[in-house]
């Protein structure tokens, strides 16, 4: 069965402090894996997904997350967090419906809450 | 703004009680997911429905049902509402071929 752990679950840095959040899958098809962010208040958004090629992904808001197959691994980094990048970030692992070629559910890890102080 | 809306935003049930949320797709998806977000954990897969018709389901009891209209619209029940059952509910819509999911804000049940 599919699993996404994220060991680092509460995470403080100041403003323009280098990033990185851990992710670790299990999975045994096709992998195709995915960050999102959950703003306070707000819906959970796609920060950068990785379904093949490149295995450094770039995405939204400087964000960019590197696939090591050999380590079962999609860590998120961001060279300088900004204040507002406080949030919660939920690394997740897609799943596929082998007969009907269609994507099924996403695993999610339990998620790491990033806080940034001024 | 994705697109997805959810109905209500927040709701109080006691328990034993029955409660219907409501997603509406964004434009163009065929597929429709929920899931559920206990506090301070990830959403955990429910069920997807496609072509108004099952698609997967996780490790919830037959009490948690769906629908999907032929508009993608759809619905999650959930009878005799439990204590654990308060949490957010998050529905999804994609294309089913991409797998790339758009979250809705979600409904907010509290059961007492």
């Known amino acids: 069965a599919q699993s996404v752990s994220q060991h680092n679950h509460h995470v403080i840095l100041s403003e323009a402090a280098s990033l990185e959040l851990g992710c670790n899958y299990s999975y045994g098809g096709t992998v195709n894996l995915f960050w999102y962010v959950q703003y306070p208040g707000q819906h959970l958004q796609l920060l950068l997904k990785y379904f093949s090629g490149d295995p450094l992904v770039k995405g939204i808001k400087g964000f960019e997350a590197e696939f090591i197959k050999s380590k079962f691994s999609f860590n998120l980094r961001k060279p300088s967090v900004q204040w507002s990048d406080t949030a919660e970030y939920f690394c997740a692992v897609m799943s596929w419906v082998i007969n009907t070629g269609t994507a099924s559910k996403l695993t999610f890890g339990t998620g790491t809450r990033l806080q940034v102080t001024l | 703004e994705t697109g997805v809306t959810q109905s209500p935003t927040h709701l109080i049930k006691t328990r034993g009680q029955q409660v219907t949320l409501r997603c509406s797709s964004q434009?163009?998806?065929?597929?429709v997911s929920w899931y559920q977000q206990a506090l301070g954990q990830g959403p955990q897969f429910i069920f997807q429905?496609?072509?108004?018709?099952?698609?997967g389901r996780g490790n919830f009891p037959p009490r948690f049902s769906g629908l999907q209209f032929p508009n993608y619209s759809s619905e999650l029940n959930v009878n005799a509402l439990e204590l654990d059952d308060s949490a957010l509910y998050l529905c999804?819509?994609?294309?089913?071929?991409?797998?790339?999911?758009?979250f809705g804000e979600g409904s907010r049940l509290t059961v007492l």
């Open positions: 434009s163009g998806h065929n597929t």
């Open positions: 999804a819509s994609s294309l089913a071929k991409t797998g790339e999911l758009f």
């Open positions: 429905y496609y072509r108004e018709e099952e698609n």
